[in-house]
């Protein structure tokens, strides 16, 4: 690789504690004002399942100034660009984006708009979550999201099980204290990072950072709780291994998704799994979409997914299917699962799949988000990554090695199975099989 060298990101700690990271595109028209908290459903109970979430879309509601949704979000929508956020297991962002001509009063609205939310309208946004939650169940009430499936099964009894979402019961039941409280307890400057990519000089930029985040936050009242931690051990103590889930959906189509434990944080055995994910799904010309997809003619789409959460993670392959080709499907993917636990790839395979990654590294520099998303979970992690390491790992990665971890992931025993389909439970003996011949490849 001859260039790896991204270019500088500038990061300073306000007064308040809050990081300030800032990411300088010297062309560009437009800026990108971000908030990444250090907090998703991985921080929830049972019980408050959803707050996350029902945070999230609450802070739009309204603020100080703007009483309703609808008048912050003709604010937020005059400086050209879009407002939203996102929740995930770990972590929350808001972003504004719109036009660098209009950027300081942005950052007094984005402020304003973190800061100080109203809360208003809480029925009639639990009702919208309700709205989107429905998408995950059927006419029959069954829930036939298989991510949420997977997670709950592959996690049990642990926060990291929860669904981002919540449930019916957890969402009805959310109050506007406990929102409130979140916000308290979750969105301080130490458990947050303010991201910036404009056009500005690094000074202009860190000034209106200061002035308008950098004093003391007027909700803060207590010291975020400690979140519960897992380590490799989850996934071999107690009683329970593999994990079927058999959904019956009256679709005309299988939605099938197999997952096993991975590596979490950021460390060489994750870049290990991301090799393996990269050997299964990587363009048409790697194992799954070229065998499944381009010869066999089975699926549209197979996927394959390295998934790391801050101490642990998960490996998984996602494919629909429809229903005269589902044990075809079992058959071909099997078959090309024990492959790769048994045969190293070869040189010239190897070889192409480290320059597609080591490519992506190095064409990092050229995407300020992704920039910016790395350097933030890096700090939230605490744990520095540089690109020059990552590649390093890359580079001295054996065809030996690949087929280790590959057969370290692929026969794990705690496998967790979802089918969703026409009659899925008829499938069991297949895809106890199909589960079964794998493992063995272990042994």
């Known amino acids: 690789m001859q260039n790896m060298n991204t270019q500088p990101l500038d990061l300073i700690t306000l007064d308040n504690g809050l990081r300030f990271l800032y990411s300088r595109n010297a062309n560009s028209a437009a800026f990108e004002l971000s908030v990444h908290i250090d907090t998703g ?56 984006k719109g036009s660098t001509r209009r950027i300081e009063t942005a950052f007094e609205l984005f402020s304003e708009f973190f800061l100080r939310p109203n809360f208003a309208d809480l ?8 709205q989107e939650l429905a998408n ?32 019916e019961d957890s969402i009805a039941r959310l109050t506007a204290s406990e929102l409130k409280l979140k916000h308290a307890l979750h969105y301080q400057p130490n458990q947050c990072i303010l991201s910036l990519i404009s056009s500005l000089p690094f000074e202009d930029a860190a000034r209106m950072a200061e002035k308008s985040f950098g004093h003391r936050w007027p909700h803060v009242h207590s010291a975020p ?72 003619g089975l699926v549209y789409e197979i996927s394959a997914d390295a998934q790391s959460y801050a101490d642990v ?45 080591l490519f992506d590294l190095e064409t990092l520099q050229e995407n300020h988000p992704r920039l910016i998303s790395r350097e933030v979970t890096q700090l939230f992690l605490k744990t520095p990554l540089s690109l020059q390491e990552e590649a390093h790992w890359v580079k001295s990665i054996t065809p030996e090695q690949v087929r280790e971890t590959a057969r370290r992931i692929l026969t794990h025993p705690r496998q967790t199975m979802v089918l969703v389909g026409p009659r899925a439970r008829k499938f069991r003996g297949s895809v106890e099989k199909f589960l079964d011949q794998l493992q063995r490849c272990g042994g």
């Not at 989850?234 to 197999?258: A, H, I, M």
């Open 225 to 296: 709780p400690a979140r519960s931690t897992l380590n490799q051990d989850y996934f071999t103590s107690g009683k329970q291994k593999r994990t079927l889930v058999l959904q019956n959906n009256s679709d005309n189509q299988y939605v099938l998704k197999f997952m096993l434990p991975g590596a979490g944080g950021l460390n060489q055995r994750v870049v290990e799994d991301i090799i393996v994910e990269r050997l299964l799904d990587d363009g048409i010309a790697s194992r799954l979409p070229a065998t499944v997809r381009e010869k066999h």
């Open 123 to 130: 029925e009639t946004e639990r009702d919208i979550v309700l």
């Open 313 to 357: 993670g998960t490996f998984s392959i996602d494919a629909t299917i429809s229903q005269d080709s589902l044990q075809k499907l079992l058959d071909v993917l099997l078959g090309e699962l024990i492959k790769v636990c048994r045969e190293p790839p070869s040189p010239e395979e190897l070889e192409r799949l480290k320059f597609r990654y």
């Open 136 to 167: 995950d169940y059927n006419e029959a009430g069954d829930n036939i999201d298989c991510e949420t499936l997977a997670m709950a099964s592959m996690f049990p009894q642990n926060p990291l099980g929860l669904p981002i979402i919540g449930t």
């Open 41 to 96: 459903s991985r921080d929830e109970t049972a019980e408050n399942n959803g707050v996350s979430h029902f945070l999230e879309h609450m802070m739009f509601r309204g603020s100080e100034r703007f009483p309703d949704s609808v008048a912050l979000a003709g604010a937020m929508e005059s400086f050209g660009g879009e407002a939203n956020a996102m929740t995930s297991i770990e972590n929350t962002v808001y972003w504004l």
